[in-house]
């Protein structure tokens, strides 16, 4: 079993992703990866460095669950209710003056955060008239994120999450439950378009008026959370709105100044106009 990984094998094996699938992870923060890498091995059973290059380049679910394993997926619906509440209270409001609201979701995950927007929009009677991306790098949370299909065990702390951002219905109304599981209501879906994107390599690909990327940036170095930051930029509209993750902050990145803040403590930023 590998037990370490040193500086060059890492890289060696990142080189051999990017020749083989176009994903590069050269630019993520190495510690976190390396810690990731190196949980993945522990699962894996592989002999050495040689063999886990041979199996990434030649099978390529062997490459599907390392990309499962070395992302980080945890998501949650209304996460960070505070959050929630300013975007009911603050954002959403402003959205609606737009005759079509275009809004995107980096880094969507399973889709739990793009269907908590679906709630609230459909709530603020905007839904309908909302274009709603939701991209990911990794096509197998694409796929669960559109059967919108939930576990119930969650329904309980996601009503609370819901109840505490503001929601005044009832939040079981939004879903139905069969055994195990609570599928989201198809109407949530139909303003929703899941696609594949990597924020590393794929470019703007329309102009929005709210971009939410939450709990992405925090995985990636400095170089490359300038680069996303610059492709946010240039995705939104002039006084579009960039929602960032508790965690992350605009503060440090290369163009804060052609933001203004919203909500400090929810890192909700505005392009100037
Ligand atoms: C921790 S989850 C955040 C989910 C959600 N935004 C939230 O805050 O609840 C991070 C997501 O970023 C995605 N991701 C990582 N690298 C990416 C990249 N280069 N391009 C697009 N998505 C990426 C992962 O696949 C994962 O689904």
Redesign the pocket.
Known sequence: MISDISKDELQSVLDVIKAQYG?DFSD?ASASLKRRVLRFLQSASLKDIAEFRYRLSNDSAFFSWF?QSV??????MF?DPQFYKTMRETVLPKLASYPVIKIW??????G??VYSMAIMLHEQGLLKRSRVYA????PA?LERAMSGIMSTSQMKDYTQNYIQSGGMEDFSSYYTARYDNAILNSELRKSIIFSQ??????AAFNEFHLV?????LI??NRTLQNRVMQLFHDSLAPLGYLAL?IKESLLFSDIRDKFESVSMLNKIYRRHR
């Open positions: 994903y993520y990309v992302t980080v997926n945890v998501t949650e996460r979701h980096a880094g969507c995950s399973t739990e955060e991209t990911d790098i990794n949370n994107h990597n924020l590393v390599t794929d939410c990327c939450r709990n992405v995985y990636f993750g």
